[in-house]
């Protein structure tokens, strides 16, 4: 398993990969637990509103294959 820390600009440009959105979505499709506050949906348009204010950070971890496994 691969971790990463991400802030700033290289956060937001992760974020809006579509690519990265396509394995964010099948993460939040396949977690039984996941909210509407941890969808692209919601997550992007949250960080264009506040990212003068708050550094964008994402965690994620990544199997060997690349699979999304993880994202905070």
């Known amino acids: 398993m691969k971790l990463s820390l991400l802030t700033g ?20 499709a396949s977690c039984i637990w996941a909210t509407g506050f941890q ?3 919601f997550v992007l348009p949250w960080y264009a509103l506040y990212q003068e204010r708050f550094l964008p950070v994402i965690v ?6 690349g699979e999304l496994q993880g994202l905070l």
């Open 9 to 28: 600009r290289e956060a937001v440009e992760l974020a809006q990969s579509p690519a990265f959105q396509a394995k964010w979505k099948r993460l939040y």
């Open 39 to 41: 969808h692209p949906d």
């Open 60 to 65: 994620l971890a990544e199997s060997a294959g």
